[in-house]
């Protein structure tokens, strides 16, 4: 198998794009077309200040370094929930992450759940009795955190590592549920509005196979176990049978995926901007947050501010 761009022996096979590239040319590839999603979809510029919430794994580290590499001006953010697993998950990707910015340069935040509000994301969890359900709390903590060190830090825009096997089941379980509110608020990009940073997502359109081969290549280090609380998730199951889709059709999830942007894009789903609109007046009265609860938000009810 010989790459399609020079004839040096190929490192990957992309059936869906139907090429074949060598280490080098997949390696440039992958940059370039980073950066052809970032202007497609108008996400950020060069001038903007950018905040990438990083966790160690495969996608947030390649995000990082191709980010740097196109000269962008990029701080990380690690969350440390404090899943001690026998792989102790949190502090491992902790150290992974540190490590690359060390080495890179680059400027990282650090929250530490536990010692911010006094317990981990699955003590949180416990305690509220939804011990199944910690990947619920884990989001919820999450999304303040990220938001609240968007804000504090003034930054343009904040980043997360989404891939198209992220995005596609994202798309299956909103569309089995018709949860119409978050097919709305699902695009690659997402406008800034009162109290919300803007959201970007660079990597919506690549296959994880693709981040994984460019993590691989350019010899990053990265946590490769999953988050223990992962396994069971449905989000699993719909991969899979993503995969089984594509095996059968090579461009599945491309497919599937463009075709409902298109779609959106075409007014056929409503766009989140109104949603994010209705938020303006309400914000909770202990971290300022905005919020759809008529008192404290549910991040201050969960952590017992209020
Ligand atoms: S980190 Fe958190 Fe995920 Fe772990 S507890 Fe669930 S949501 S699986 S992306
Ligand atoms: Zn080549
Ligand atoms: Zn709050």
């Given at each position: 198998?010989r790459?399609h761009?020079?004839?040096n022996?190929?490192?990957i096979?992309?059936?869906q794009?139907?090429?074949?590239l060598?280490r080098?040319?997949?390696?440039e590839?992958f940059?370039?077309?980073?950066q052809?999603?970032?202007?497609?979809?108008?996400?950020?510029?060069?001038s903007?200040?950018?905040?990438?919430a990083?966790?160690?794994?495969k996608?947030?580290?390649?995000l990082?370094?191709?980010?740097?590499?196109?000269?962008?001006n990029v701080?990380?953010?690690?969350?440390?929930l404090?899943?001690?697993s026998?792989?102790?998950?949190?502090?491992?990707?902790q150290?992974?992450t540190e490590?690359?910015?060390?080495e890179r340069?680059?400027?990282?935040h650090?929250?530490?759940?536990?010692?911010?509000?006094?317990?981990?994301?699955?003590?949180?969890a416990?305690?509220?009795?939804?011990?199944?359900?910690?990947?619920s709390t884990?989001?919820?903590?999450?999304?303040?955190?990220?938001?609240?060190?968007?804000?504090?830090?003034?930054y343009?825009?904040?980043?997360t590592a989404?891939?198209l096997?992220?995005?596609t089941?994202?798309?299956?379980a909103?569309?089995f549920?018709?949860?119409?509110?978050?097919?709305?608020?699902?695009?690659?990009?997402l406008?800034?509005a009162?109290?919300f940073?803007?959201?970007?997502?660079?990597?919506?359109?690549?296959?994880?196979r693709?981040?994984?081969?460019?993590a691989?290549?350019?010899g990053i280090?990265?946590i490769?176990?999953?988050?223990p609380?992962?396994?069971?998730?449905?989000?699993?199951?719909?991969?899979?049978?993503?995969n089984?889709?594509?095996e059968?059709k090579p461009?599945?999830?491309l497919?599937?995926?463009?075709?409902?942007?298109k779609?959106r894009?075409?007014?056929?789903?409503?766009?989140?901007?109104?949603?994010?609109?209705?938020?303006e007046?309400?914000?909770?009265?202990?971290c300022?947050?905005?919020?759809t609860?008529?008192?404290?938000?549910?991040?201050c009810?969960?952590?017992?501010?209020?």
């Open positions: 198998m790459c761009r020079c004839d022996r190929a490192a096979r992309m059936r794009h139907r090429i074949n060598c080098e040319h997949y390696l590839w940059v370039a077309q980073t052809r999603f970032i202007e497609k979809y108008a996400m950020f510029t060069r903007e200040r950018l905040l990438l990083v966790s160690g794994g996608d947030s580290l390649a990082w370094d191709v980010l740097g590499r196109l000269g962008y701080d990380g953010l690690y969350i440390n404090g899943i001690d026998a792989d102790d998950y949190s502090n491992e990707s150290r992974l490590i690359f910015a060390r340069g680059m400027n990282l650090v929250v530490n759940v536990a010692g911010e509000y006094g317990e981990s994301v699955p003590q949180m416990q305690r509220i009795g939804r011990r199944l359900r910690t990947c884990c989001g919820l903590v999450k999304r303040h955190e990220m938001n609240r060190i968007a804000t504090d830090g003034g343009d825009v904040l980043l989404h891939n096997d992220d995005e089941a994202f798309l299956m909103n569309t549920s018709w949860s119409t509110d978050l097919l709305a608020r699902q695009y690659p990009v406008k800034e009162p109290g940073t803007r959201k970007a997502k660079p990597f919506c359109r690549f296959y994880e693709e981040t994984a081969a460019y691989l290549l350019r280090e990265y490769e176990e999953e988050c609380y992962a396994v069971g998730a449905k989000q699993l199951e719909y991969k899979a049978l993503i089984r889709f594509e059968e461009g599945f999830k497919h599937f995926y463009v075709g409902f942007l779609a894009d075409s007014g056929a789903i409503r766009s989140n901007e109104q949603e994010a609109g209705n938020l007046t309400q914000r909770c009265p202990v300022g947050q905005p919020t609860a008529q008192d404290a938000c549910a991040f009810r969960l952590v017992n501010r209020r």
